[in-house]
C-alpha cells in the first residue's frame, strides 16, 4: 500500500465501483471510500442501519472532495475477515476451523436479531422484486434460455409461496464470510428487502458453490451448529426457526451464482467449464428442492470432481 499526502494508505480499487478505491488511516483505526451515487446510496442505508441496531461499520464523516467524487470516511471493524481468518487457519486439510464458524454463528444471530427487531410486512409484489434482484432472473434467463422453462417457473413458484408469510426486512444482498468481521458486517452496496435470514441463513452453504476454489469447507456438523444457533435467536424473536426456509433461500443462491458465471466460448476452456459447472450445480439444486423442499450443498461436487466427469462425458 502506498500512503499518499494525506496520511491515507490505499488499500484497493472498489468492485462497485469504476474510480472508486479504499484507504486505510495510518493507524488502521478507520477506513475511506471513495466513488460516485452508488457509495451515497450505500452510505445513507449504512447510516440508517446503524441507529436501528445493525453491527455495521459507523459513519464518521462524509462529503465531496474538490473534483466532485463522494467520499465516506467509517470505522474500522477491523483488518481481518472471516475469509481471511478462514483461509490463515487451515492446517492442511479443508475444514473451517470451529471458532471461524462459532464467530460467523455470533456475527449472524446478531446481524438476525436486529432485522428481526425492525420487520416489513410483505406488499404485493415485494417478494418477487426480491427474487428478481437476489437472483438476477433476467440475467440468467437470458444467458440460460434452456432453463426458462415451465419446471425452473414451477420450482421458484413455490419458492415464492412457501415464504409468503415470512416478514421482509433491511438485508445484504451479498452477505457472505468475505463480508464478516468479528466485530460485524461490511459492504451494503447491494442492499435491499429482504425475507428475513435470507442474509445469514445460506452463509456456510454458499462455500460449495465456489466447487473448492475458496480453499475451506465447512464440515455438516459445523452447518448443524451454525443453524441452530440462528434457530435460536429467530425462536427468541419471532417465535419461528428460520431454517426451514433454507431450501427456497439457496435455491435462489444458485440463481445467483449462476449469474455471476457467464457463458463464454467453448475454447476458453477454463470459463466454460466454471459456467457449466454453476449450470449443473443449479439443476442439482433443483432437482433437491422438487424432491425434497430443501437444497443440501454437501451433496454438491466441486470443480474438480465435475471437471473429470465432463471431461469424460458424465455431466452435459
Not at 436501528?52 to 461499520?57: I, K, R, T
Amino acid at each position: 500500500m502506498n500512503e499518499n499526502e494525506s496520511g491515507w494508505r490505499f488499500v484497493k480499487k472498489r468492485t462497485a465501483s469504476d474510480d472508486g478505491a479504499v484507504y486505510v488511516s495510518a493507524d488502521k483505526t478507520r477506513y475511506r471510500r471513495t466513488g460516485g451515487p452508488e457509495l451515497q446510496a450505500e452510505t445513507e442505508f449504512q447510516r440508517r442501519i446503524a441507529d436501528l441496531g445493525y453491527p455495521v461499520p459507523h459513519v464518521l464523516e462524509d462529503g465531496f472532495t474538490d473534483d466532485g467524487h463522494y467520499y465516506v470516511v467509517e470505522e474500522s471493524l477491523g483488518d481481518q475477515t472471516l475469509h481471511d481468518r478462514a483461509v490463515a487457519s487451515l492446517d492442511g486439510g479443508r475444514t473451517l476451523a470451529d471458532d471461524v464458524t462459532d464467530t460467523a454463528a455470533q456475527v449472524a444471530a446478531r446481524l438476525l436479531h436486529a432485522q428481526a427487531a425492525h420487520l416489513v410486512q410483505p406488499t404485493p409484489g415485494a417478494l418477487r422484486l426480491w427474487l428478481d434482484s437476489a437472483g438476477f432472473t433476467q440475467n440468467v434467463f437470458e444467458e440460460n434460455p434452456d432453463l426458462d422453462n415451465t419446471r425452473t417457473h414451477a420450482a421458484l413458484e413455490h419458492a415464492l409461496d412457501r415464504l409468503g408469510t415470512v416478514p421482509l426486512t433491511a438485508g445484504h444482498l451479498d452477505y457472505g464470510l468475505p463480508n464478516v468481521l468479528p466485530a460485524g458486517v461490511i459492504d451494503w452496496q447491494h442492499h435491499g428487502l429482504v425475507p428475513l435470514g435470507y442474509d445469514v441463513l445460506p452463509a456456510l452453504e454458499i462455500i460449495a458453490f465456489k466447487g473448492g476454489n475458496k480453499g475451506y469447507t465447512a464440515s455438516p456438523g459445523q452447518r448443524r451448529s451454525y443453524l441452530a444457533v440462528l434457530n435460536d435467536a429467530s425462536l427468541n424473536a419471532i417465535g419461528q426457526p428460520v431454517s426451514q426456509n433454507l431450501g427456497a433461500y439457496l435455491l435462489v443462491k444458485a440463481l445467483f451464482f449462476l449469474a455471476l458465471m457467464r457463458p463464454t466460448d467453448p475454447s476458453r476452456t477454463d470459463k466454460h467449464l466454471k459456467w457449466q459447472y454453476r449450470r449443473h450445480l443449479f439443476t442439482k439444486g433443483l432437482e433437491q428442492y422438487e424432491y425434497t423442499g430443501t437444497v443440501d450443498t454437501a451433496l454438491f461436487p466441486g470443480l474438480d470432481e465435475f471437471a473429470a466427469g465432463h471431461s469424460t462425458g458424465d455431466h452435459p
